[in-house]
């Protein structure tokens, strides 16, 4: 039978609290692990990350002390959690090394999410970010190569490539072309809320680390890539949380944001292949269950309707971390010239868009491409991954 969380017993609230020890699990063999028990790592402390930030917006609009006292409670579970899930990444691996952990997560989980997305506006979003990230992950595999001088196969294994996506230096796009049309609440299915959610969180954690992770930088080239790819990321966050229906009300997104949380903790518990990480997941979803359905009650007394008006009745397949090589080469082959263009797309550069990059650029050779010139000047040649064949364009 399909699982319910909404029908689910949970952990009760007063038995989530951890000591510093139950906290610190060993973290996970940077050199044996499945890469996607890293990506399932790293998307999960993006929705903690997620769910600890929103509910301090929602307390900062709240005007009830009680109200304020529960989400303070809950929230510090939820940062228990992140801390939980992110210290499960090892020390050992270097910055570079996990940003292009970080990418590899943004490529697969968006690819996933399009392919699996219902509604055509939402699935054509997913299906033209996903292009930039491809070649972010490129961009930063060859300069893992360039001053760490090691392959980025070693972390993404063999089951995502690394090839040239849409040049990132075609993605400084004006702002007001990032952002898109927000679905109808009324009418959008719930697996269209729930990855939204999870989209918008991922690339918000992204944009987070990026904004610490530069200044860490040694090397001038680096340094200007992580600046430039970090602008790029801030307009992905524009992006992905512009289709999120704005007239939700506070209850209705906390309700949406527990029950997603529930959902990939699920998934990930089902598709985990690492036993100890398994049972955090599940430890985590039975917490999940418990702030689910306090937010379902806080849903019924604020917004006067049943959680069953704008859930699913149960949860969809699970959220799955697999190979996507086919069908980005399929999007690469149609999309790769592709611009934003006010809510829509366009097949190549236009006037804003033109005038936008050159302001940035102001007739220098961004790092993007700079890194590429000077690891084919350093290793002989670029880094790619093609496992699946040459580049479809």
């Known amino acids: 039978m399909a699982f319910d969380p909404l029908q689910e017993r949970g952990i009760p609230l007063d038995r989530q609290l951890r000591d510093w020890r139950e906290l610190h699990r060993t973290p996970i063999d940077p050199d044996h692990a499945d890469p996607y028990t890293r990506c399932r790592i790293i998307t999960m402390n993006g929705i903690e990350v997620e769910a600890v930030l929103f509910s301090h917006h929602l307390a900062r609009h709240c005007p009830d002390e009680e109200l304020r006292r529960l989400l303070a409670q809950v929230r510090a579970v939820e940062a228990q959690q992140q801390k ?25 989980l968006t690819a996933w999410v399009a392919r699996m997305e219902p509604d055509p506006y939402l699935r054509q979003a997913y299906e033209f970010g996903v292009l ?22 070693k972390i993404v294994g063999d089951v995502t490539e690394i090839m040239p996506g849409r040049p990132t230096h075609l993605q400084h796009r004006d702002p007001v072309d990032d952002v898109r049309e927000a679905y109808d609440r009324g009418r959008t299915e719930p697996l269209s809320r729930l990855h939204a ?10 944009m987070n680390y990026y904004f610490n992770a530069g200044p860490q930088q040694l090397e001038p080239v680096a340094r200007r890539l992580y600046q430039e790819i970090g602008m790029v990321e801030e307009q ?5 949380e512009s289709l999120v229906d704005p007239g939700q009300s506070w209850w209705e997104r906390l309700l949406n944001h527990e029950y997603n949380e529930c959902y990939l903790y699920y998934s990930f518990m ?16 039975g917490m999940e269950l418990e702030h689910l359905r306090l937010a379902a ?11 069953d008006q704008v859930l699913a009745p149960a ?17 690469l082959a ?46 002989g040649q670029e880094y790619r991954l093609e496992t699946a064949g040459p580049r479809p364009v």
Not at 236 to 240: E, L, N, S
Not at 316 to 331: D, H, I, S
Not at 336 to 352: D, I, K, Q, S, V
């Open 84 to 108: 939980a899930v992110n210290w499960l990444l090892p020390g050992v691996s270097s910055v570079l090394e996990t940003t292009i952990a970080y990418e590899q997560v943004a490529v697969d």
């Open 297 to 307: 009650e806080l849903f019924r007394r604020f917004d006067g309707r049943d959680p």
């Open 315 to 331: 949860l969809p397949p699970p959220v799955t971390f697999e190979p996507n090589k086919a069908y980005l080469r399929k999007l």
């Open 197 to 206: 959610l999870t989209i918008a969180a991922t690339e918000q954690q992204t």
């Open 270 to 285: 089902e598709t985990e292949s690492d036993p100890e990480v398994k049972r955090l997941w599940e430890l985590h979803l």
């Open 132 to 153: 930039d990230e491809v070649d972010h992950l490129y961009r930063y595999a060859n300069l893992y190569e360039l001053i760490e001088h090691r392959e980025a196969e």
């Open 334 to 379: 149609a999309q790769a010239g592709w611009t934003t263009l006010g809510t829509g797309y366009a097949p190549g550069a236009h006037e804003r868009f033109e005038r936008r990059r050159d302001a940035v650029m102001d007739g220098g050779k961004p790092a993007s491409e700079q890194v590429i010139d000077d690891n084919r000047r350093v290793s």
């Open 236 to 240: 992905h966050v524009t992006f992905y």
